[in-house]
T-cell receptor
Framework: GENVEQHPSTLSVQEGDSAVIKCTYS??????FPWYKQELGKRPQLIID?????GEKKDQRIAVTLNKTAKHFSLHITETQPEDSAVYFC??????????FGAGTRLAVHP | DAGVIQSPRHEVTEMGQEVTLRCKPI?????LFWYRQTMMRGLELLIY????????DSGMPEDRFSAKMPNASFSTLKIQPSEPRDSAVYFC???????????????FGQGTRLTVV
């Protein structure tokens, strides 16, 4: 939680390529690491999350990896499709229950 | 459950008027968050409540903004007086947190698009 940074801020890929977005946080008490997807004009929605006792989690074409020592976690999307085009936010949470989002990564998948 | 419900969906008001945004969280959730989203500033956390109690309002931009949660099923965000720079999409979100600091998914309402002219 607290200081949260996402990289890159924009990402453009060809359909079928992979995309990786990284989130760095400062609160060492963080123990829950979700990623949200926001399509244009819609609300953010959870797509995948991971807890601190797990290093990696996969759900079909998306995966999240966690490096607690380095305080970062990443979203991986394989075989990207045009419907993956959206803004992706990370929102690590720790002891204070504050839900702070990163600045977002705008992913564009070109056919 | 119908999810988090916000009203109104759209609001257009004149500068100087009072604006009240409403949120009904998901039944059983004990945390509620208010956000403001703009292109320039992204998703800003304004205030959050645990068990209807305001915990952190450090994100509230100024005294013109106030928020209340009189019971577990209702919250309001009020802007008085409103200014053109308050134009944004305001989201409410709710989640459930156990006493052991185990966090869960936050569910967002559809948002209120506020335009102050």
């Amino acid at each position: 939680g607290e200081n949260v940074e996402q990289h890159p801020s924009t990402l453009s890929v060809q359909e079928g390529d992979s995309a990786v977005i990284k989130c760095t946080y400062s609160d060492s008490a963080s123990n829950y690491f979700p990623w949200y997807k926001q399509e244009l004009g819609k609300r953010p929605q959870l797509i995948i999350d991971i807890r601190s006792n797990v290093g990696e989690k996969k759900d079909q074409r998306i995966a999240v990896t966690l490096n607690k020592t380095a305080k970062h976690f990443s979203l991986h999307i394989t075989e990207t499709q045009p419907e993956d085009s959206a803004v992706y936010f990370c929102a690590p949470r720790g002891g204070y229950n504050k839900l702070i989002f990163g600045a977002g990564t705008r992913l564009a998948v070109h056919p | 459950d119908a999810g988090v419900i916000q009203s109104p969906r759209h609001e257009v008001t004149e500068m100087g008027q009072e604006v009240t945004l409403r949120c009904k969280p998901i039944s059983g959730h004990n945390s509620l968050f208010w956000y403001r989203q703009t292109m320039m500033r992204g998703l800003e956390l304004l205030i959050y409540f645990n068990n209807n109690v305001p915990i952190d309002d450090s994100g509230m931009p100024e005294d013109r903004f106030s928020a209340k949660m009189p019971n577990a099923s209702f919250s309001t965000l009020k802007i008085q007086p409103s200014e053109p720079r308050d134009s944004a999409v305001y989201f409410c979100a709710s989640s459930f947190r156990t006493g052991g600091s185990q966090f869960a998914e936050a569910f967002f309402g559809q948002g209120t698009r506020l335009t102050v002219v």
